[in-house]
T-cell receptor, first 113, second 113 residues
Framework: DAGVIQSPRHEVTEMGQEVTLRCKPI?????LFWYRQTMMRGLELLIY????????DSGMPEDRFSAKMPNASFSTLKIQPSEPRDSAVYFC???????????FGPGTRLTVL | AQTVTQSQPEMSVQEAETVTLSCTYD???????LFWYKQPPSRQMILVIR??????QNATENRFSVNFQKAAKSFSLKISDSQLGDTAMYFC??????????FGTGTSLTVIP
C-alpha cells in the first residue's frame, strides 16, 4: 500500500492565484481529513469527509477555501484567491472507521508570495 | 526517511489513574522537535506538549509529561490523574528543522469513570 498520497509536495504561487491541493486516501478508508499546520496556530482541522460527504467544514477559514471529494479515491482542497497568510503545510489523512488510526500524507508545503 | 510509530491503537484508563502512551521514531537528524497532539471527538487538534531534541529535560504541562529518550528514539506521554475530558485520539509527531512534519497513526484513549 502506498499510503496517503498528496500532490504537489511543494507549491509556490503568487497572491491572487488559485491553488489546488490533491489527496488520494488509502484504499478502503471511509474518512478523509484535511489539516493545516502553521507555527502560529499549530495543527488545525479544516474539514473532514465520511464516504465522500463533508461532515464538518467549520474549520475552513474563509469562503476562499473549498474542498471536494468526488469519489472515494480523490479529494481536493482549493484556495481561490490565495493570500500570503495561507502559506502553511497542508496535510491529508484517512482512516477506516470513526476514531480509528489516521494515516497522514506527507503534506503539501504552500508558499504564497 | 523519518517514521513515527505509535504501537498502541487503543488504550483505556480508570479516572484518576495514570496512563502512558508510547511513541517511537526513526531519524538520522540530531536536531528536531517532538509533539503530542490531542484530538477529542470534536475533531479539532490540540497541542498537548512539545519537546526540543536538544533539551535534556523532559517537558511538562500540568498533568501531562513526557519521557524523552533520545538515544532510544522514544517519546512517551504520561497523563496523570486522568480525567473524562482526556478521552481522545492522541497523535505523536516529529518535526525536522526544515519544517517537515511526520505523524504517528494515533492512540485512542478512553477514560473510564
Amino acid at each position: 500500500d502506498a499510503g496517503v498520497i498528496q500532490s504537489p509536495r511543494h507549491e509556490v504561487t503568487e497572491m491572487g492565484q488559485e491553488v489546488t491541493l490533491r489527496c488520494k486516501p488509502i484504499s478502503g478508508h471511509d474518512y478523509l481529513f484535511w489539516y493545516r499546520q502553521t507555527m502560529m496556530r499549530g495543527l488545525e482541522l479544516l474539514i473532514y469527509f465520511n464516504n465522500n460527504v463533508p461532515i464538518d467544514d467549520s474549520g475552513m477559514p474563509e469562503d476562499r477555501f473549498s474542498a471536494k471529494m468526488p469519489n472515494a479515491s480523490f479529494s481536493t482542497l482549493k484556495i481561490q484567491p490565495s493570500e500570503p497568510r495561507d502559506s502553511a503545510v497542508y496535510f491529508c489523512a484517512s482512516s477506516a472507521g470513526q476514531y480509528n488510526e489516521q494515516f497522514f500524507g506527507p503534506g503539501t508545503r504552500l508558499t504564497v508570495l | 526517511a523519518q517514521t513515527v510509530t505509535q504501537s498502541q491503537p487503543e488504550m483505556s484508563v480508570q479516572e484518576a489513574e495514570t496512563v502512558t502512551l508510547s511513541c517511537t521514531y526513526d531519524t538520522s537528524e540530531s536536531n528536531y522537535y517532538l509533539f503530542w497532539y490531542k484530538q477529542p471527538p470534536s475533531r479539532q487538534m490540540i497541542l498537548v506538549i512539545r519537546q526540543e531534541a536538544y533539551k535534556q529535560q523532559n517537558a511538562t504541562e500540568n498533568r501531562f509529561s513526557v519521557n524523552f529518550q533520545k538515544a532510544a528514539k522514544s517519546f512517551s506521554l504520561k497523563i496523570s490523574d486522568s480525567q473524562l475530558g482526556d478521552t481522545a485520539m492522541y497523535f505523536c509527531a516529529f518535526m525536522k528543522l526544515e519544517y517537515q512534519f511526520y505523524f504517528g497513526t494515533g492512540t485512542s484513549l478512553t477514560v473510564i469513570p
